[in-house]
């Protein structure tokens, strides 16, 4: 057990490493990243969770949150690799599940919402399940029982309340897709530069056609 939990703390060390251009080694990663701080904290509280040490998990996870602005809950799941740069204002509810090398910047929130079924009976999960490589900008609402499939990326400010498909980018409020032209591997805060937004496009035509009617009516007036 000990050494599947040492494992798992050197995989985020080297998470840190690997996305963040600020730090150079796993000293630097070990010492600065306040995500880091967040998520190894988060790892001796699930366990603790597991073992039904329940309210001292409950109590170390709220001084925790105290030193890094980052809420977990002990009870969320969460696989290697999971990185949470910057830190600050990231909450991540109780049934929330969290896949493999999985990116999130600050003020994220993974949030719940009360879902009934058939029965009317308040469901059990709660909160979002996000696939492995997901990338989560900042800011980003994710909220309730929805999947993130694997390699999405969700950008900066978008309100995610729908399921993401697997390798898709959705931004924006309400999140919608963005056509990709290109993937270029790991793509900071959720946003890729060269993508194409059909909102945008449809704007524009919009933009040019109701000046074109302005022109016109200018015409017709005179």
């Known amino acids: ?100 090398n999985v990116t999130l910047y600050h003020d994220v929130t993974l949030g719940g919402a009360t879902v009934f079924d058939k029965h009317g009976k308040v469901t059990t999960k709660r909160h979002p399940t996000l696939g492995d490589n997901v990338i989560v900008g900042s800011g980003a609402q994710i909220l309730g029982p929805i999947k993130i499939g694997n390699n999405a990326k969700v950008g900066s400010n978008a309100v995610v309340v ?15 897709k963005v056509e990709k032209q290109k993937d270029k591997g790991f793509c900071a805060y959720g946003l890729d530069r060269n993508a194409s937004d059909s909102y945008d496009e449809d704007i524009k035509k919009l933009q040019i056609e109701l000046k074109n009617l302005k022109d016109e009516l200018k015409k017709h007036q005179k």
């Open 1 to 100: 057990m000990q050494k599947k939990e040492d494992s798992l703390v050197l995989q985020d060390l080297d998470a840190v490493i690997a996305r963040d251009p600020a730090t150079a080694n796993r000293f630097e990663a070990a010492l600065f990243s306040s995500g880091f701080h967040a998520i190894l904290c988060y790892r001796l509280n699930h366990f603790l969770w597991q073992k039904n040490w329940k309210l001292t998990a409950r109590f170390l996870s709220g001084i925790c949150r105290f030193f890094t602005g980052v809420e977990i809950h002990p009870a969320a799941n969460i696989g290697h690799g999971f990185f949470i740069d910057h830190g600050m204002g990231v909450v991540i509810g109780e049934t929330t599940d969290i896949g493999n």
């Open 162 to 176: 729908k399921d993401v498909k697997p390798n898709t980018t959705v931004v924006g409020v309400a999140a919608h």
